[in-house]
């Protein structure tokens, strides 16, 4: 990725952040706002918010708390932005991210012609040290199920290969350098920091690794601090390009 949208997406990072807040506070923000003051000729991140909650609506059925909703939109700008050939998520859920992440490769698709290798892995069991991510919540058959259904309805679903896997068990499994990772799979700080580490190792120089729920960089006292820990103890072998309210941006050196 060239310094230019590098800094595009420092530049969001910085602006739509707004200090730590953790999920729960932050469920009535308006990302709308936040993504109006970033407005450039280049990029129109609301447009990314409105396709987020047009799949929410027609295909999901369950509704995101606006934070989530604008990681969902920077993850889809940044895969606009850098256009990569190899790309995996941790943790799909119901297919939030993986649909932005899928419909944002398809637009790549069909302005390069160049198919993208897009990876979605979850053993659909639950997400410790999440927020409120129990296993009750989001294991089992149904929610595999699920996930699968609302791709399809999307048409989206040739965009994306989901597997059902633990991603400690999956990354054996990874042959081609990974180009940019979602991690928002389970997120106590052991495992978030194996999964950057692990994958990270698969990764070619300049991947893009997005972390989800990284909400500060050195304050590591509140409730669910894995991910941004991560973050902030990332190593010299990552820039760190950014974090705002939701996702934590690093870029593999
Ligand atoms: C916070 S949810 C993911 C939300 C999803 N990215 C979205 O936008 O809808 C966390 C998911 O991670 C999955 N998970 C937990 N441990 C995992 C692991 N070791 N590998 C991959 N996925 C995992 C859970 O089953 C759960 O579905």
Same mark, same amino acid.
């Given at each position: 990725m060239d310094d230019t949208r590098i800094e595009l997406l420092r530049r969001v990072c910085k602006e739509s952040h707004t200090g730590f807040a953790p999920c729960g506070a932050v469920?009535?923000? %308006?990302p709308k706002e936040a993504f109006a003051r970033i407005a450039?000729?280049?990029?129109?991140l609301n447009a990314y918010i409105d396709r987020q909650i047009a799949f929410e609506r027609n295909h999901c059925g369950h509704i995101l708390c606006g934070d989530t909703r604008s990681s969902c939109a920077i993850i889809g700008l940044a895969l606009r932005l850098f256009k990569p050939s190899v790309v995996y998520e941790i943790g799909r859920y119901r297919g939030w991210s993986t649909s932005q992440m899928a419909f944002a490769l398809k637009e790549n698709f069909e302005e390069t012609g160049d198919k993208t290798k897009f990876i979605s892995i979850d053993p659909h069991h639950g997400a410790p040290g999440g927020p409120g991510w129990k296993g009750d919540q989001c294991g089992g058959d149904n929610e595999w199920n699920i996930s699968r259904s609302n791709l399809i309805r999307a048409g989206i679903d040739d965009f994306v290969t989901p597997v059902k896997a633990f991603s400690g068990e999956y990354v054996s499994e990874v042959e081609d350098a990974i180009d940019f990772i979602f991690v928002d799979g389970d997120h106590t700080y052991e495992a978030a920091k194996a999964d950057v580490a692990l994958y990270g190792e698969k990764m070619a120089p300049g991947g893009i690794c997005v972390l989800h729920d990284? &909400?500060? +960089?050195?304050?590591?006292?509140?409730? %669910?601090?894995g991910p941004s820990k991560v973050y902030g103890e990332a190593?010299? +072998? &990552? +820039?760190?390009v950014g974090f705002t309210w939701d996702v934590g941006i690093l870029r593999r050196k």
């Amino acid at each position: 990725m060239d310094d230019t949208r590098i800094e595009l997406l420092r530049r969001v990072c910085k602006e739509s952040h707004t200090g730590f807040a953790p999920c729960g506070a932050v469920q009535t923000r %308006n990302p709308k706002e936040a993504f109006a003051r970033i407005a450039t000729d280049l990029i129109d991140l609301n447009a990314y918010i409105d396709r987020q909650i047009a799949f929410e609506r027609n295909h999901c059925g369950h509704i995101l708390c606006g934070d989530t909703r604008s990681s969902c939109a920077i993850i889809g700008l940044a895969l606009r932005l850098f256009k990569p050939s190899v790309v995996y998520e941790i943790g799909r859920y119901r297919g939030w991210s993986t649909s932005q992440m899928a419909f944002a490769l398809k637009e790549n698709f069909e302005e390069t012609g160049d198919k993208t290798k897009f990876i979605s892995i979850d053993p659909h069991h639950g997400a410790p040290g999440g927020p409120g991510w129990k296993g009750d919540q989001c294991g089992g058959d149904n929610e595999w199920n699920i996930s699968r259904s609302n791709l399809i309805r999307a048409g989206i679903d040739d965009f994306v290969t989901p597997v059902k896997a633990f991603s400690g068990e999956y990354v054996s499994e990874v042959e081609d350098a990974i180009d940019f990772i979602f991690v928002d799979g389970d997120h106590t700080y052991e495992a978030a920091k194996a999964d950057v580490a692990l994958y990270g190792e698969k990764m070619a120089p300049g991947g893009i690794c997005v972390l989800h729920d990284v &909400w500060a +960089e050195k304050d590591y006292s509140f409730e %669910n601090y894995g991910p941004s820990k991560v973050y902030g103890e990332a190593g010299p +072998e &990552w +820039e760190k390009v950014g974090f705002t309210w939701d996702v934590g941006i690093l870029r593999r050196k």
